[in-house]
């Protein structure tokens, strides 16, 4: 699948956004890439994951377990653990405290993972994810997403392989530029972050 094919599929099901918007990253943007908007629809969710299991699979080789970082990244990870003919796992937690895994999952010996999450703005919750691995028995190889906004820039600690790469601009809220900040700011993602 192509990069304007993906973004394709963003447009074609209203999930690629305008106007002054809060990430989960606490950065402002004037993009948002409403994911759920492509998660809530089975078909565009499989076209999509299916390319990025054939993205994972040409870069990091057979794969044995699929982690994703609880709540957002479930849902690609599930599906494109299905084409990878991978266990599905995630990570979770409590609320305030660090991710961790739970249920009874985990990454045996002799297993190889890869972590898969739906954007990439900073790398935060892929490196959060990461982090919360390091003791586990297998090798977590790589990561994936749908979409790297970050243009290449955001830090996971792994390869990184994704359908499509952005250089979408994001900003603090000190430094917003004028044409943002003239915009009310909207907090569509899933953090608790305070729009002010």
Request: aromatic share 6%; proline share 7%; with cysteine.
């Amino acid at each position: 699948m192509t990069p304007d094919a993906v973004l394709d599929e963003f447009r074609d099901a209203g999930a690629l956004l305008e106007g002054h918007f809060v990430l989960s990253s606490g950065l402002h943007s004037g993009v948002f890439l409403q994911k759920m908007a492509i998660f809530s629809d089975p078909v565009r969710t499989e076209r999509l994951c299916k390319a990025l299991a054939d993205v994972i699979v040409a870069r990091f080789g057979a794969i044995d377990i699929v982690v994703s970082p609880a709540i957002g990244g479930i849902v690609p990870g599930y599906e494109t653990a299905r084409h990878l003919g991978a266990r599905a796992i995630f990570v979770e937690r409590d609320p305030g405290g660090p991710f961790t895994l739970r249920r009874g999952f985990s990454i045996p010996a002799g297993k190889r993972a890869v972590i898969v999450e739906d954007i990439v703005t900073t790398g935060l919750s892929a490196r959060e994810c990461l982090a919360s691995l390091q003791s586990e028995a297998g090798e977590v190889v790589g990561a994936a997403c749908l979409i790297d906004r970050s243009g290449g820039r955001g830090e996971i600690g792994l390869p990184l392989v994704t359908l499509v790469t952005l250089d979408i601009p994001a900003y603090p809220a000190d430094a917003l530029p004028a044409e943002l900040a003239a915009l009310p700011a909207v907090k569509p993602g899933s953090r608790v972050i305070p729009v002010g």
